[in-house]
């Protein structure tokens, strides 16, 4: 079973959730950090990394002794990256989507396409626990390419945790999408139901089951709660705001490793997820 852990905004606990989620398990797990612009559950992992590889996209690279200047390129492409000025042919590979729209379209032959590096993949251990961590290049624009890659290593032996970027933007459609189940995190404020509201509009669309963690729960008001019964979206987890807790996460510390009653709470967590991933199926078949 494939949960990615998302948020409709950042600081809400995303991260947290993910990292004691996998290690409250305690069987074999990936943990898969797709939050690429600023990933940090291996600050919480401490994981071996075993190796690195490079992701790349392909950018055009024109070749002007074959260019007729007819400007195909460039109509066909919606994102302005190809552009013809008099005789010569611009490309800015940071817009560039990789569609691959300006070769075909070129009657000249005169673009070839080019690895261009955008990020890497960090894979390694940590006791039971598979680990994958993606790294945007400083500078990137285009994260979704490096989360598909990340994603091509999933493992369906294990349970797979993705811990997703903040938002509801591209990058987190890519790391949400064809996974069974979305966990979202959120915090009883004014601005998390704000950003909650979108984040649940997303996942409709995408049409999978999602349940919600609400985190500091004692403080803000019960908006959140009402929403979550109007929206029929169940609230699987609540947890308080704990000195303790925010003591664990300023040191890099699951806060189950020192508050280790709420291990029982997650593994109860994730049976719930699998319980309603597998009556969804039930339901559909």
């Known amino acids: 079973m494939i949960v990615s852990i998302a948020s409709g905004k950042g600081g809400t606990g995303k991260t947290t959730i993910a990292t004691n989620l996998a290690i409250s398990l305690e069987r074999d797990v990936q943990l898969m950090d797709c939050d690429v612009e600023e990933p940090n559950a291996h600050l919480f992992i401490y994981p071996e990394i075993e190796k690195s590889l490079a992701v790349s996209v392909l950018v055009p690279k024109v070749d002007l002794k074959k260019c007729n200047f007819c400007k195909k390129c460039m109509d066909i492409c919606q994102f302005n990256a190809i552009t013809v000025v008099k005789s010569n042919v611009l490309t800015f590979p940071l817009l560039c989507h990789s569609c691959d729209g300006c070769r ?3 009657p000249e032959q005169a673009i070839d396409m080019t690895e261009r590096e955008i990020g890497m993949i960090d894979m390694g251990r940590k006791d039971h626990m598979v680990f994958l961590n993606g790294r945007l290049n400083i500078g990137e624009a285009m994260a979704p390419p490096l989360i598909r890659s990340v994603k091509t290593h ?6 797979v945790i993705i811990d997703a970027p903040p938002g509801t933007s591209c990058p987190v459609i890519a790391a949400m999408k064809d996974t069974d189940f979305v966990l979202l995190v959120t915090e009883p404020t004014p601005f998390g139901l704000h950003d909650l509201k979108l984040a649940v509009s997303a996942i409709k669309i995408l049409d999978i089951p999602c349940g919600l963690v609400i ?3 004692d403080i803000g ?3 959140v709660r009402a929403f979550a019964d109007q929206e029929g979206v169940p609230i699987l987890m609540e947890i308080p705001f704990d000195r303790r807790i925010a003591e664990s996460y300023a040191i890099g510390e699951p806060f189950v490793n020192r508050m280790p009653e709420w291990k029982s709470k997650f593994v109860q967590l994730y049976k719930d997820i699998e319980t309603k991933v597998n009556g969804r199926e039930k339901k559909g078949a």
């Not at 999933?154 to 349970?159: E, L, N, Q, S």
């Open 154 to 159: 999933i493992r369906k032996d294990m349970p």
């Open 215 to 217: 985190n500091r729960s």
């Open 221 to 223: 008001d019960d908006k």
């Open 104 to 106: 075909i379209v070129c």
